[in-house]
């Protein structure tokens, strides 16, 4: 009989290609024991609201008058929901005549558009066009579309950080291109290494490769540090000299747990530069409602702006935009929100004030918290989550460990994991789903688990830790 196209052995090579470790073996076996009743803790995807934190109010009255309109002919409405929620409402549904049900631009809505451009004209002290920035499911949709116009066959090169977020990796695969690691330094805080990097693009080069954009993700993800200002000015000159279009993905520019390095964006720091660099350097800059002290995944939220980029190739993501016709509107709303939130004077401010600064006082405990419990630990050492939603501890595995690993047939980080899973229900990340250098094994895990059960939590992990390196013995901390 023919081979029918979608057996397995017909499929795209591409397709085949992709990884994406924080959906892989170790979730779908912390799945597969949570369905035989064991209590799974889901550290491994950045999900704030599946871990416990609750949504904003302000953001969820107005969607919820947008989703049901008919709730603003009631002569009750204000004594459920505030003035100015049902305003904003409103002004929404203006936008919007066909409702949330109907269509937008393929762009996204002129006016939350418009709204995005004001946000970040506050945020950098520059202007922004809202023409130059597109509404997307959450910012991995953009990044894809992006990644997919730059790419355009196996020769092409795009240099991402590693570790990286594996959706770079994938989408990279899946597009048909070529991934050029570059590696982070994480003896100076996962700091960039620039030495690193130029070696980097020389050996791909070499082979042929043309290294067409790099990637940044500030603050980290997975190693959650946070970059200086002047590690940006270093970052945007090499991609000048190099002729490289930055893909900067800033959507966890809320979450900062320190205050030595604020975040600054790539855009603010590349205008303030001036020419030749604020003229010549293509920009392409992320943000998402997902992250922050909003937490709203499911909503799938998200914008791309691109900065220096020629009117005849954002015609051309236009078109391509076009073919999907429309981002999700109330993920649309949900931006127009989170970058015009109730403001100071406003109802419902003083709410809206209050749980977002508990939130993000609460996130910088935890990071706190779980960097001090890692480096307690035998053969563990860990940076401070100085952002971003993670830690990433490096796991010094004893060789009877690895030796182990190897004996079953599993890379030393994902056996560990494994049998942290087993042990204690704590559904973590492998190092190697993110890409680390040879012979160094780490993990991934959230900071979102509630603050209540953190010392419960670290405990388990303490105690699964020492058990581990006392059975794989020989091995001390460095």
């Known amino acids: 009989m023919a081979r029918k196209p979608l057996d397995y052995d017909q499929l795209n090579e591409n397709v085949k290609k992709v990884q994406y470790a924080v959906r892989g073996e170790l979730y779908l076996r912390a799945s597969e024991l949570q369905k035989q009743g064991k209590k799974i803790i889901f550290t491994n995807v950045g999900n704030p609201h599946a871990l416990g934190q609750k949504p904003l109010t302000f953001p969820r009255q107005v969607v919820a008058l947008c989703q049901a309109p008919f709730l603003l002919d009631d002569p009750n409405v204000g004594l459920i929901f505030p003035a100015d929620a049902i305003a904003r409402a409103k002004h929404y549904l203006a936008m919007a005549p066909g409702g949330l049900g109907a269509y937008s631009d393929s762009r996204g809505i002129p006016g939350v558009r418009k709204e995005v451009a004001e946000f970040i004209e506050r945020r950098d002290g520059y202007p922004s066009d809202p023409e130059l920035i597109y509404l997307t499911d959450g910012a991995s949709k953009g990044v894809m579309q992006i990644l997919n116009a730059i790419i355009r066959n196996d020769r092409d090169g795009i240099l991402v950080p590693v570790p990286q977020y594996p959706l770079y990796s994938a989408a990279i695969s899946l597009f048909g291109g070529a991934l050029v690691p570059y590696y982070l330094k994480e003896e100076a805080n996962w700091g960039l290494d620039f030495v690193n990097a130029r070696q980097s ?17 500030n603050p980290g993800n997975p190693t959650g540090q946070c970059l200086s200002e002047a590690n940006i000015r270093e970052l945007l000159r090499f991609c000048y000299e190099e002729n ?22 790539a855009r603010k720091v590349l ?21 922050g002290f909003w937490g709203e995944c499911g909503q799938r939220g998200g914008y791309f702006e691109m900065t220096n980029i020629p009117p005849k190739t954002v ?26 939130p109730p403001k100071p004077g406003d109802i419902s401010y003083p709410r809206y004030a209050t749980e977002s600064k508990a939130i993000l006082d609460s996130m ?24 971003a939603m993670y830690s990433f501890p490096q796991i010094r595995l004893p060789p ?28 973590t990340v492998p190092g190697s789903g993110f890409g680390q250098k040879e012979g160094v094994f780490h993990l991934r895990t959230t900071i979102l688990p509630a603050e209540e059960d953190f010392p419960a939590i ?21």
Do not use: W
Request: proline share 4%.
């Open 244 to 265: 490289l279009v930055l893909l900067a993905d800033e959507v966890y520019q809320q979450n900062i747990y320190q205050d030595e390095r604020p975040f600054i964006s």
């Open 201 to 217: 693009v020389a050996a791909a080069r070499a082979k042929g490769i043309t290294v067409r954009a790099m990637v940044i993700i």
């Open 315 to 340: 015609d051309e993501i236009y078109k391509v935009a076009s073919i999907a016709l429309s981002p999700n509107v109330p993920g649309q709303i949900f931006m127009g929100l989170m970058v015009n």
């Open 364 to 387: 910088r405990r935890r990071a706190h918290m779980m960097t001090d419990g890692f480096n307690s630990c035998r053969n563990v050492v860990c940076n401070f989550t100085e952002g």
């Open 400 to 427: 009877r460990a690895i030796q182990a690993a190897k004996s079953a047939g599993k890379e030393p980080d994902v056996f560990y994991c494994l049998k942290l899973l087993e042990a204690t229900g704590i559904s």
């Open 271 to 291: 205008f303030d530069m001036g020419p030749p660099l604020s003229r010549e350097v293509q920009l392409v800059s992320y943000h998402t409602v997902s992250k």
């Open 458 to 478: 670290m405990s388990s992990f303490k105690k699964f830790n020492d058990s581990f390196m006392e059975q794989y013995e020989g091995y001390s901390r460095m």
